[in-house]
C-alpha cells in the first residue's frame, strides 16, 4: 500500500509533529527518547507497563486459594462463555474505526496517546482539538487512510467471518465489501480471533506488510435470536408448547409483541431523542416493574423501563408527579413488592406486562420473589392475558427452577440480558416460555439498521428514575469469588464499558440539565482491566473530568474493592474538581484470618494503610464502608478486631450486615456457623458504634458553608428541601423545591445529626 501525502491541518503543534513521522520516519521530530529504534518493538503489553507505572496499589499476599483463583474461574467475558453459546456464535459484526500509519514506532506513539487522554508522552502538552472523541480526533489529523480520515476512522459495521450466520461467502464479501476498501480481509479476521469487545483497541500490521493499523472496536452486535441459543448444555430454555395451567385448566396467554420492519420513514420518535419505537405491542398499554436491591438494580430498572417505553411504546403504569418534585419518577423503583394476599383491581391496577428485578444478596430473597408473585400468577390462572417477566439477580441463581415453580411465568432474564428485553418478548408473544441466564458479552446495543446508522447517538434508551441526578454503570460482574458473595455467579464476569460510551451517555446527561451522576460497578476499582490495552479507574476519571461540561458539576461512584484500591484513585478525588470528595471502601471484617476466609486479599494493616493515604491527600472527604459480622468462625476476639478498626478510622457511614448464609457460595456449606444471637448482639454492638462515630463526623460541619446541591423535597416537611454535601452528607434546610430543585446552593450549618444535617441557604 502506498503511503498517501497528508496535509496536515494547522491543529496544533502535535499534527505538524506526526505528519513528519509518517512522511520521514523521524522519530526524533517529538524528543521522545523511549521512541528511538532501540524500543521500536515495544508491544501493547510494555506500552500498559509504561503507562501504570505510577500506579499504586495496596498489594499484600494473599492466601494460597485465593492465588489458584484463576485456574477455576473465568475472568475475561469471552471465556465465560459456554461452549454451546460462544464468541462467534454470538458476535455477528463489529463497528470498527481505524488509524492507519506507516510505521510500528508510529502506531506505538498514537496508542500511548490515546492511552494517556491526549497527553503528549515527554511533553507538558496536550492534544488540541475537541470535536469528536479522542480516536476520532486522532484519525482525521494522523491516518493515512484517505478513504476514512475525514470521516474519523470510521470503517463502519463489519462482519464476523467466524459467525454460523455470516458462512455465505458472497454475502458476506458483498457486507464488508466498504471494509476491504481500508482494511483487507485477513485482517478483518485477525480482529475477530482476538475475540474483541466494545472498547478495545488492537494494533496490527498490514497484510502486506505496508503499515500499521490501530482498529478500534466501539460497540458489537449480538443478534439474539432465541431458537438459536437454546443448545445441549446451555441454561437458555425455550419451551414452545406450554402446558395447561392449574385451576381452569387454560393455556397461558400473553399480549403479542412484534418488531417493526424500521426503516427512515417509520417507527414513533420518543420525546427525549434517545430512540424509536421498534416494536408493535397492538393490545397492551401498560407495564409495572417492582424492584429491589442495590443501585445496580435501580440503574437496571431505568434501562428496562426504557426499552418498554423507548422500544415498545408503553406506559407505567404507577408513574406520576409525586408530592416531592420528582417529575418522571416511577414509583415503581421504590415499591415494596405485593403480598400474595394482595387483591388486583382489574380496572384501575392490572398492567399487561408485570417485571420483577430481583435481589438475592440478603437471606429469604427468594421467597420474598414468590410471595410477590402470587397476586399476578393468579391473575394468569384466570385467563388474563398478562406477561410476567422475572429479572435480576434471583432470575440468574434460580433459572429454570423458576419456570418449574411458576408455570405462569413467561420469561426468566439474567441482567445480561436486559439490552435485547423487546427481541426476547416477542417470543413471549409467540406463545413460548423463555429462560435467558447464559453467559453475555456485552454490548451498547446500537442498532445495525440502516436507519439506525445514520443516527450516531442512539443507544440503548433509559428511562431516568430522578431529573437531577443519575447513575451510569461503567463495569459489570465481579471476578472476585469472595466466599460469602453471591455477586459473581448471578452478575457474571467484569465486563467494562468503553471510556467513549461512557463519556457519551454522561454529556447526554448534561445536556439534559443533570448536575450529578454516579457511577457505578460491583468492583469499580477493577474498571478496564479486562480491556485491550488495559485502562485504569483512576484513567476514567481523569478522561470524564476533562471531558465533561460545566454544568454537570459532581461526579460520585460505587464500590471499590481495599485489593485493587489506587493512589491514582485518591488524587483523582483531591484534585480534579468534579470528583466528590467521598470515598466507599468496604472493609467487612478487622481480624486477618477472617479476611483470608473471606478470600478478600487484604489485611487490617493494608486497609489502613489505604485510609491513612485518603487522611493525608483528602483530609475532609468521608470515608464510608461495608461490615459483616458473624461470619463462620468468627471468634469474639476477631470480632473485637472490627470493633478496632471502627475506632481507628471513624466513618462517616457505615453499611452493617450479620453474615447470612448464600445459594452457591462457599461459606454457606462450611459447619462453624455462628448462632443467631450471637449474630445480633454483634450487629447490635457495631451499629451503635457505628452511629457514635457518625455524629462526630457530622458535628465537624458545624457552623461552616458547604455546597449543597437541591435533590427532593422534605417529606416530612413540606417546608424544607434536601440535599447532599460534596462529600454525601443529607442537608435538610427551609426552601421551595419548585425553585431550587438542581440548584447548587450555599448552606450554613447550623444542626449535627447522626446521619444528617440541618441549615439555612446563605447563598444561591
Known amino acids: ?76 467475558p469471552s471465556d465465560a462463555l459456554s461452549p454451546s453459546n460462544g464468541y462467534d456464535s454470538l458476535v455477528k459484526s463489529a463497528y470498527l474505526r481505524h488509524i492507519l500509519v506507516a510505521s510500528d514506532e508510529m502506531a506505538d506513539l498514537i496508542m500511548d496517546i490515546y492511552l494517556r487522554g491526549g497527553s503528549l508522552p515527554g511533553k507538558d502538552e496536550t492534544y488540541g482539538r475537541t470535536d469528536g472523541d479522542l480516536f476520532t480526533r486522532l484519525a482525521r489529523d494522523v491516518s493515512l487512510c484517505v478513504n476514512s480520515r475525514e470521516d474519523g476512522g470510521k470503517i463502519g459495521w463489519v462482519d464476523n467471518p467466524s459467525n454460523k450466520f455470516n458462512v455465505d461467502t458472497d454475502k458476506l464479501d458483498g457486507t464488508n465489501r466498504v471494509a476491504y476498501g481500508m482494511i483487507d480481509p485477513d485482517l478483518i479476521k485477525r480482529v475477530f480471533r482476538e475475540r474483541v469487545k466494545g472498547g478495545d483497541v488492537v494494533k496490527l500490521q498490514a497484510t502486506d506488510g505496508n503499515g500499521w493499523h490501530l482498529i478500534r472496536v466501539d460497540d458489537l452486535y449480538i443478534d439474539v435470536q432465541p431458537s438459536t441459543m437454546e443448545t445441549s448444555g446451555s441454561k437458555n430454555v425455550i419451551n414452545k408448547k406450554r402446558n395447561k395451567l392449574k385451576g381452569l385448566g387454560i393455556i397461558p396467554s400473553s399480549p403479542t409483541f412484534r418488531k417493526l420492519d424500521v426503516d427512515s420513514s417509520n417507527g414513533i420518535e420518543n420525546d427525549d431523542k434517545q430512540s424509536r419505537t421498534i416494536f408493535s405491542v397492538p393490545n397492551a398499554q401498560y407495564y ?26 408503553l406506559r407505567s403504569l404507577d408513574s406520576s408527579l409525586d408530592d416531592s418534585g420528582n417529575n418522571g419518577m416511577d414509583p415503581s423503583l421504590v415499591t415494596k413488592p405485593k403480598s ?67 408455570p405462569e411465568v413467561d420469561l426468566v432474564l439474567g441482567p445480561q440480558y436486559i439490552p435485547w428485553l423487546g427481541e426476547l418478548l416477542v417470543e413471549v408473544g409467540k406463545g413460548s416460555q423463555l429462560c435467558m441466564t447464559e453467559s453475555m458479552i456485552w454490548s451498547e446495543k446500537v442498532n445495525r439498521d440502516s436507519s439506525r446508522e445514520k443516527d450516531g447517538e442512539w443507544m440503548i434508551p433509559i428511562k431516568r428514575g430522578h431529573s437531577t441526578r443519575a447513575w451510569v454503570n461503567v463495569i459489570y460482574g465481579c471476578n472476585e469469588h469472595c466466599t460469602y458473595c453471591v455477586v459473581p455467579s448471578v452478575r457474571g464476569v467484569e465486563q467494562s464499558r468503553s471510556m467513549d460510551a461512557i463519556l457519551k451517555e454522561c454529556r447526554q446527561l448534561a445536556e439534559s440539565g443533570y448536575k450529578e451522576i454516579t457511577l457505578l460497578g460491583q468492583n469499580i ?32 461512584y460505587v464500590t471499590s474493592h481495599p485489593r485493587y ?30 479476611l483470608r476466609d473471606m478470600r478478600r486479599g487484604y489485611t487490617y494493616d493494608s486497609y489502613m494503610n489505604i485510609i491513612r493515604k485518603i487522611r493525608k491527600k483528602a483530609p475532609d472527604a468521608s470515608i464510608c464502608g461495608d461490615v459483616i459480622v458473624g461470619f463462620p ?32 457460595t462457599e461459606a454457606a456449606d462450611w459447619e462453624n456457623q455462628i448462632q443467631p444471637d ?30 449543597v446541591l437541591v435533590e427532593d423535597r422534605n417529606p416530612k416537611n413540606g417546608d424544607e428541601v434536601m440535599g447532599r454535601t460534596r462529600q454525601g452528607r443529607q442537608v435538610f434546610f427551609p426552601g421551595d423545591i419548585n425553585e431550587l430543585k438542581g440548584e447548587l446552593v450555599m448552606v450554613e450549618i447550623l444542626e449535627a445529626r447522626t446521619w444528617s444535617l440541618v441549615g439555612r441557604m446563605c447563598r444561591r
Open 1 to 76: 500500500m502506498a503511503t498517501p501525502r497528508l496535509v496536515p491541518t494547522a491543529s496544533s503543534f502535535l499534527t505538524f509533529a506526526l505528519v513528519a513521522i509518517c512522511q520521514a520516519n523521524f522519530i526524533d521530530a517529538l524528543g521522545l527518547p523511549f521512541l528511538h529504534s532501540s524500543s521500536a518493538s515495544r508491544t501493547r503489553s510494555s506500552l500498559h507497563s509504561t503507562i501504570q507505572a505510577d500506579e499504586d496499589t495496596s498489594s499484600v499476599d494473599i492466601h494460597d486459594d485465593r492465588k489458584s483463583k484463576n485456574n477455576w474461574f473465568p475472568i475475561k
Open 288 to 313: 409495572r416493574i417492582l424492584t429491589t436491591g442495590c443501585q445496580m438494580n435501580v440503574a437496571d430498572s431505568e434501562r428496562i423501563m426504557g426499552v418498554l417505553e423507548g422500544e415498545l411504546g
Open 340 to 406: 400474595s394476599n394482595a387483591k388486583l383491581n382489574y380496572k384501575t391496577n392490572t398492567p399487561d406486562i408485570i417485571l420483577l428485578n430481583t435481589c438475592t444478596i440478603r437471606d429469604h430473597a427468594e421467597q420474598k420473589v414468590y410471595d410477590a408473585l402470587g397476586p399476578y400468577t393468579s391473575l394468569k390462572r384466570s385467563g388474563h392475558p398478562l406477561a410476567i417477566v422475572v429479572a435480576g439477580c434471583v432470575a440468574q441463581q434460580e433459572g429454570e427452577k423458576l419456570l418449574r415453580r411458576f
Open 525 to 556: 476499582d477493577a474498571y478496564g482491566r479486562d480491556m485491550s490495552p488495559r485502562r485504569t479507574f483512576a484513567d476514567l476519571l481523569q478522561y470524564l473530568n476533562d471531558n465533561l461540561p460545566p454544568g454537570l458539576s459532581r461526579i460520585r
Open 565 to 594: 484500591f489506587s493512589e491514582r484513585v485518591i488524587d483523582a478525588v483531591a484534585n480534579l474538581d468534579k470528583i466528590c470528595e467521598c470515598f466507599h471502601v468496604p472493609f467487612q471484617a478487622g481480624d486477618d484470618q477472617v
Open 633 to 664: 468462625g468468627e471468634s469474639e476476639e476477631q470480632f473485637q478486631r472490627t470493633l478496632d478498626l471502627m475506632e481507628e478510622v471513624k466513618f462517616d457511614n457505615l453499611n452493617t450486615f450479620a453474615y447470612s448464609p448464600r445459594p452457591n
Open 678 to 707: 450471637v449474630q445480633s448482639d454483634r450487629l447490635q454492638r457495631v451499629q451503635s458504634l457505628a452511629a457514635e462515630h457518625a455524629l462526630q463526623r457530622s458535628q465537624r460541619y458545624l457552623g461552616r458553608e458547604e455546597e
